[in-house]
């Protein structure tokens, strides 16, 4: 059975640091990994997702990498800003569009 | 502009009562569609899988008598809670799974949150 683990499960950085949020799986058969954006109370937003084949994407600031035969994957978020302030969430697919989702890592960007 | 919709965005019930949540891909046919439930502070788990024209497959722990799943057309699945209770409440997302032009694809709706009293 397919898990997913999110570290940290929250993050405080001040405003222009680096950082990388990291997601783990314990099955590596995946057709592809995601990571989301969750505001408070609004659903997601799609943010990066890597094909099984693929070992990185970008967007923007945003730098997502994937090492399947770790069962590891790192969101890196350059230059924070506090607008950034979210939840992370990592979902990995792995039966046909069924998404585990991870626990989240919950980030504060302060001014 | 949006790809998913959910209808409500939010509803508050009596306990007892019973609720439907609808998700609605707006330009492009989904052949199947995902229902996901999220509770304060936690993530999503999977509760069922819905494609067009047959029974929904509900994961494990997942009551389908209590949860409704009816996705007659390829373009609209709804979620009925029956008898809803308070330990109901939560956050439900829909996301469905189609061809948009060339690409498959999956997109998430915004979620409707229902609260039973």
């Known amino acids: 059975k397919q898990e997913v683990t999110q570290i940290p499960a929250a993050l405080s950085v001040p405003e222009g640091e680096n950082l990388v949020l990291n997601c783990s799986f314990t099955d590596s058969a995946i057709y592809n990994l995601q990571w989301f954006r969750q505001d408070p109370g609004k659903g997601l937003t799609s943010l990066l997702l890597i094909q099984s084949s693929q070992r990185e994407q970008t967007s923007g600031r945003l730098n997502a990498s994937l090492d399947k035969s770790s069962g590891r994957s790192t969101l890196y978020i350059a230059a924070s800003q506090p607008g950034d302030s979210a939840t992370y969430l990592c979902a990995v697919d792995n039966q046909g569009g069924k998404l585990i989702f991870g626990q989240g890592t919950e980030l504060s960007v302060k001014p | 502009g949006a790809v998913v919709s959910q209808h409500p965005s939010w509803v508050i019930c009596k306990s007892g009562t019973s609720v439907k949540i609808e998700c609605r891909s707006l330009?492009?046919?989904?052949?199947?569609m995902f229902w996901y439930r999220q509770f304060p502070k936690q993530s999503l788990m999977l509760m069922a899988t819905s494609n067009e024209g047959s029974k929904a497959t509900y994961e494990q722990g997942v009551e389908k008598d209590k949860f409704l799943i009816n996705h007659a057309s390829l373009t609209l699945s709804t979620l009925t809670v029956t008898s809803a209770h308070p330990e109901d409440s939560s956050f439900y997302i829909c996301?469905?799974?189609?061809?948009?032009?060339?690409?498959?694809?999956?997109?998430f709706g915004p979620g409707t949150r229902l609260t039973v009293l």
């Open positions: 996301s469905a799974r189609g061809y948009r032009g060339d690409a498959d694809t999956q997109y």
């Open positions: 330009d492009f046919q989904a052949t199947t």
